[in-house]
């Protein structure tokens, strides 16, 4: 398998150009059914250590179904599949441009929980206009064991998430275990007390906010991803589902930028416009850079071939 490995503000995205499983054809979400059905041995050899690592984000590139999108795209981490992943998708952008298969501009791409477009702005900078974005509940009380009461708001920006009012600890690498349990037992105490998104989408992803430490930014967060590793940017989809929140709380206007800063103080800048159905449609400007590019190799006998589980 060839790759192209990039970060998005830290967060790495390994995008599989060539040599990736054959889903076939179907919608985005029966690909990726299909995928972990089928296939997820190829995913976990992508991921995992001794060739990927818990961060890391894999992007595999097929056919759209759409003739007015520019890829399909299937992303999945260390745990499972994401619906959508906005630093992955401004990773993708980047590495199709680096090898010259889109140029500035707006480009679109399927996923399968929507299409979402990009504008490439320079060879590094890029703006993902996401999926509808909403609050689903506001206000949600979660007895957490060794925390307490613990309030949130359950959004989805692409993915479920739930937006703990405050932090555990100041959010700084310094703290990075301790908010990592928090999240978890947070994570866990979602799913023992049955506590969902729409239609039951389980909350895999977990923020925390604070201040921003630099001055010009609206807010710091720590995001936990569902395979337990935390997001070095600030989450694509988690800003979209902050911004979501805003927008329904009537404390963000259209098109007002908001800067979120992460855990390593990379930032995105966030805005969102109403569609004509009046939902909100969040849009995410970061920079990724191409770190390395090469071929997974897999010899026979190797017993970490599938990585280490
Ligand atoms: O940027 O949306 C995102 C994301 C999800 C998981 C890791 N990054």
Not at 166 to 186: F, Q, S, Y
Request: proline fraction near 5%; aromatic fraction near 8%.
């Amino acid at each position: 398998m060839r790759f192209i490995d990039s970060h998005t503000e830290g967060e790495p995205t390994r995008v599989i150009i060539a040599g990736g499983p054959d889903l076939g054809s179907g919608s985005m979400q029966q690909r990726i059914e299909r995928f972990a059905r089928d296939f997820d041995p190829v995913r976990r050899a992508i991921n995992l250590e001794p060739r990927g690592s818990d961060a890391l984000v894999g992007a595999l590139l097929v056919e759209p179904t759409r003739d007015d999108c520019a890829a399909g795209i299937l992303f999945f981490n260390n745990t499972g599949y994401l619906g959508m992943c906005g630093h992955g998708t401004i990773g993708t952008a980047v590495t199709l441009a680096y090898l010259g298969k889109i140029g500035p501009g707006v480009s679109k791409f399927e996923t399968p929980v929507g299409v979402v477009s990009i504008d490439l702005i320079d060879a590094n900078t890029v703006t993902v206009r996401n999926v509808a974005s909403y609050r689903h509940r506001s206000d949600v009380t979660v007895d957490v064991p060794d925390y307490g009461t613990v309030t949130g708001d359950i959004a989805w920006g692409g993915n479920w998430f739930f937006l703990a009012k405050g932090t555990p600890c100041p959010i700084n690498l310094g703290n990075e275990r301790a908010l990592t349990d928090a999240a978890l037992k947070i994570q866990q105490a979602l799913r023992d007390q049955g506590i969902s998104g729409r239609d039951g989408g389980e909350i895999d992803h977990i923020e925390f906010f604070s201040e921003a430490l630099s001055h010009d930014a609206n807010s710091r967060n720590f995001v936990l991803c569902p395979g337990g590793a935390y997001d070095r940017s600030p989450c694509g989809t988690g800003t979209s589902a902050k911004i979501a929140c805003l927008a329904d709380a009537g404390a963000l206007a259209p098109d007002t930028d908001w800067i979120q800063e992460s855990v390593i103080g990379s930032r995105f800048i966030a805005r969102y416009s109403l569609n004509d159905q009046g939902e909100i449609i969040p849009s995410i400007t970061g920079r990724a850079f191409i770190c390395s590019e090469g071929s997974l190799i897999q010899q026979p006998g190797d017993p970490f071939a599938e990585g280490i589980s």
